[in-house]
């Protein structure tokens, strides 16, 4: 086995020792000298002085014994302690994030009416500098007349598209039918030049 360093002593000693204050040191001394009380053949005093100690020994077990359970019991009441403390905290954090949620909003919501009067601003410079409702009217009508013309001549040029599309479908059928019947005067002159030489054979 490796060596042993002096944290894993302590630490070791501090297990077996509990809080650090000697109380298996103490028992194991106290078992032994039970032991040897038990075993010793000596006379009434010494045996009385001997009690006496295992007393004493055995009062500062049940005091460090005493002890460790009301640090344990601090301990216990601490936790819940801390729990509550630990609870309210979460709560506070909730309630933070909640109020800074809605302070966002909020934010959001000044941040749009800032902007709506930003651009209400805008716009009335805008209509400022645009003529007045007279003028406009008079330059709607002048569009709508450049309009009504741009019209017709969409409407012209539509009839001739369509005037053009019939024709062409014309063409392409007196096209269809002059081919048919170049084929047709092309298979009848090469059935007249066979029929001769079926003859002869």
């Known amino acids: 086995m490796g060596a042993v360093t002096d944290d894993e002593i302590i630490r070791q000693r501090l297990l077996i020792d509990g809080d650090g204050a000697g109380d298996d040191r103490r028992i194991n001394l106290l ?6 009380w038990c075993n010793s053949p000596g006379s009434p005093e010494e045996n009385f002085t001997q009690y006496q100690r295992m007393l004493g020994t055995l009062a500062q077990c049940e005091f460090s014994l005493g002890k460790t359970l009301m640090v344990y019991d601090m301990n216990l009441r601490e936790m819940e302690n801390y729990e509550k403390i630990y609870s309210n905290i979460e709560q506070n954090i ?16 000044a941040k749009r009416v800032r902007k709506n ?21 008079k330059q709607l009508e002048a ?27 014309v063409l392409l059928s007196t096209i269809q ?3 048919q019947t170049l084929e047709n005067d092309e298979k009848s ?3 007249d030049q066979q029929s001769p030489a079926e003859n002869a054979e």
Not at 98 to 105: L, Q, S, V
Not at 143 to 169: G, M, P, T
Request: net charge neutral.
């Open 94 to 109: 909730t309630s933070a994030h909640e109020k800074i949620a809605e302070c966002k909003k909020e934010i959001q919501r």
């Open 177 to 179: 039918e002059l081919q």
């Open 117 to 137: 009067r930003q651009e209400y601003d805008a716009l009335a410079k805008v209509i400022q500098h645009h003529p007045d409702r007279h003028e406009t009217l």
């Open 189 to 191: 002159d090469t059935d």
């Open 143 to 169: 569009l709508d007349k450049e309009l009504q013309q741009l019209s017709n001549i969409k409407e012209n040029v539509d009839a001739k598209l369509e005037l053009r599309k019939k024709q062409f479908h």
């Open 31 to 36: 078992l032994k000298s039970f032991t040897k």
